[in-house]
């Protein structure tokens, strides 16, 4: 199966925009399309989570433990997938960034042709004057610098672009973002 891994949840809202609006939701606003469009082909699908929520154990109680074991248990989740595809979105201090960004993992070769078509396909369908170079994740993306299976993360675009902002907000946008990351 593929695992699509909207990242962040629960406690975790990730980075967040000037506006409020949080990165968890936007990377869940993405994912469920994306495993619909998944199904609806035949592919076998799971996902970490499809609603709010963290999936650290029962027995985390301190912030720190519970995102500890949320990451272990979604690094647990893609190295039992046959390809993991991690659905994020960006922030940076300054506002004129803007545009979709690949990161894959080094560990294997699948990984970089996996980042790659989707990036030619979100430049070909939604942003055609994206210039974003895809990275090799270091050990500072820990899912990625982990992953022992093919993975990727999709940074779908930044939350401090107001531009940008706008259309990751939009349902019709985080269609089209799906459908750019499956084809």
Not at 9 to 32: F, H, R, W, Y
Not at 75 to 100: E, V
């Amino acid at each position: 199966y593929i695992l699509l891994d909207p990242g962040h949840g629960g406690e975790d809202g990730g980075a967040s925009a000037a506006d409020g609006t949080l990165e968890k939701d936007i990377n869940l606003a993405v994912a469920l399309p994306l495993a619909d469009m998944l199904r609806v082909c035949g592919v076998p699908v799971r996902l970490t989570r499809d609603t709010d929520i963290s999936i650290y154990d029962a027995s985390a109680s301190t912030v720190r433990e519970k995102k500890v074991s949320d990451m272990h248990n979604r690094l647990a989740l893609y190295n039992n997938a046959k390809i993991a595809i991690g659905i994020h979105t960006n922030k940076f201090p300054q506002t004129q960034y803007f545009g979709t960004q690949l990161f894959y993992s080094a560990n294997t070769p699948e990984s970089e042709g996996i980042a790659s078509s989707i990036r030619q396909n979100v430049v070909q369908m939604l942003q055609p004057e994206n210039k974003r170079e895809m990275k090799k994740a270091d050990s500072t993306i820990y899912l990625l610098h982990n992953a022992q299976v093919p993975a990727v993360f999709v940074e779908c675009g930044f939350l401090s672009n107001e531009a940008e902002l706008a259309k990751l907000k939009s349902p019709a946008y985080q269609q089209q973002m799906a459908f750019a990351v499956w084809s």
